[in-house]
């Protein structure tokens, strides 16, 4: 009988061990693991950590329609298409962070052994030449090239090509999912964010808004994905030889060109 409630308190363990994971994320492993060496009371008044990475921001094309359409049946849309997203992102290394409505934060993190400070401006930097530095550039590059037919080719997803008021509403013959991708890598503070009422795990920088600011500019300039210089450079000859420039632009708030 004692060796029964063990097993079943070993099992709940492991599945809160689960839905910690699937909360937090990747970038909570430390903020739990920084906790529960404090006695395993939450503190989100922890000093973050500085890390690099490569940013990754993507949102679905005309939301608001298909909400109003949707309605109850939005959630599951959403779902159905972050499986696609998360799936795809997992698969080439990187880890989803924020789920934001219609709109998806992932990241590709450097280790601290890749990473190096800039002669010039002091920042910390991915190195140029490691050879796991231009893999993981081009697997983030990758991963959001293969989005796209991957949503295409969705199971779940084939119901929606027919719903009479998306096609209606978008004007097309068949609704097809769409999305816009942007990505941009820097350094940014991994950590806790909120307070003792609700924490998330995540990522403050310029470097985070940069790669939201990619995604949104994709509408202007009539593509679906923007990579900015910084990303390029990581890439390999033959990968950014795919790339074509499309504009050198500033952001607001930035002197840094992209």
């Known amino acids: 009988h004692a060796n029964y409630e063990t097993t079943i308190l070993e099992k709940t363990i492991v599945k809160i061990g689960a839905l910690l994971a699937l909360g937090f994320g990747e970038?909570?492993?430390?903020?739990?693991?920084?906790?529960?060496?404090r006695g395993g009371d939450v503190d989100p008044m922890i000093p973050g950590k500085k890390i690099?990475?490569?940013?990754?921001?993507?949102d679905i094309r005309n939301f608001t329609d298909a909400t109003e359409i949707l309605q109850e049946g939005v959630m599951v849309f959403v779902n159905e298409i972050a499986e696609v997203v998360h799936s795809q992102v997992d698969f080439f290394s990187g880890a989803s962070n924020k789920n934001i409505g219609d709109a998806f934060l992932l990241v590709w993190k450097f280790d601290d052994e890749d990473v190096e400070q800039d002669t010039?401006?002091?920042?910390?930097v991915p190195k140029q030449n490691s050879i796991k530095v231009k893999a993981l550039a081009e697997m983030a590059v990758s991963s959001f090239i293969s989005i796209q037919p991957a949503l295409a080719k969705a199971a779940k997803l084939k119901k929606y090509r027919g719903n009479?008021?998306?096609?209606?509403r978008m004007n097309e013959t068949e609704y097809r999912?769409?999305?816009g991708f942007g990505l941009h890598v820097g350094w940014a503070i991994e950590g806790a964010i909120g307070s003792k009422y609700k924490i998330d795990a995540s990522?403050?920088?310029p470097n985070v808004n940069t790669s939201s600011r990619l995604e949104a500019a994709t509408k202007q300039f009539g593509v679906w994905i923007l990579i900015s210089d910084k990303v390029r450079e990581l890439c390999r000859e033959y990968m950014r030889g795919l790339m074509?420039?499309?504009d050198c632009v500033k952001v607001k708030g930035s002197d840094v060109g992209l």
Do not use: D, H, P, W
């Open 164 to 168: 009479k008021e998306l096609l209606t």
């Open 203 to 205: 990522y403050l920088s």
């Open 177 to 179: 999912v769409k999305m």
């Open 52 to 58: 690099v990475a490569i940013f990754g921001f993507c």
């Open 27 to 37: 970038a909570g492993a430390e903020i739990v693991a920084k906790n529960m060496q």
């Open 244 to 246: 074509r420039q499309v």
């Open 120 to 124: 010039y401006t002091g920042v910390l």
